[in-house]
């Protein structure tokens, strides 16, 4: 009898064993360019937003931004998958009036300007597979240069005259996209 309860509880402990390895989960490793977003109104208790961005926060870590986001190519706006713009309300990006829904965000970079690109598709990773097809609006920006060098690349809202600013920063870039109601 001492033999079979030896061999019960051998074969329970390697039952156990087996079980803990194959529920074990594998979670990735902290990303790079770690997902962020950013809202307006910011605060948190505000359940009335306005816009809202989803976006990978990629950083400069010694290298250009030239050659992070090349000028006069699409860029994702951000790292990893492409940006991903919520409209809570319909809104203008220029004269152009963009439905609420959910977008992809885009920027073609340029010496003195930036072009804002609100595109259809969702789901895009990085700018590969951009189709300029499915452009929902676009505008023109000036480029704006300042004396302090942010990191991390970063997007905030402030309210602005019949709506709201989004501003996007990266070394000493500057940009301000307007949103109007």
Same mark, same amino acid.
């Given at each position: ?35 962020? $977003? ?30 992070? $986001? ?23 990006? =220029? ?5 609420? =829904? ?22 895009? #990773? =990085? ?9 929902? $609006? ?21 309210? $602005? ?8 920063? #990266? ?11």
């Amino acid at each position: 009898m001492k033999k079979s309860t030896l061999i019960t509880t051998l074969a329970f402990a390697f039952v156990m064993l087996l079980t803990t390895n194959v529920n074990a989960q594998k979670f990735s490793k902290l990303d790079k360019s770690p997902m962020d $977003a950013a809202a307006f109104p910011s605060d948190y208790k505000e359940s009335n937003k306005l816009i809202k961005i989803v976006y990978s926060r990629p950083q400069l870590k010694g290298r250009d931004l030239a050659t992070l $986001a090349p000028s006069g190519k699409v860029w994702r706006t951000g790292a990893n998958e492409a940006a991903e713009l919520t409209l809570y309300t319909d809104m203008k990006l =220029g004269n152009k009036t963009v439905k609420a =829904g959910t977008y992809t965000f885009y920027l073609i970079p340029g010496e003195e300007e930036c072009t804002a690109i609100i595109n259809s598709d969702l789901n895009v #990773w =990085g700018s590969y597979f951009y189709n300029e097809a499915n452009d929902v $609006a676009r505008l023109s920006v000036p480029l704006n240069v300042s004396e302090e060098s942010i990191e991390a690349f970063s997007i905030a809202f402030d309210e $602005a005259d019949n709506g709201v600013n989004m501003h996007l920063g #990266w070394g000493t870039a500057r940009l301000t996209v307007p949103f109007t109601k």
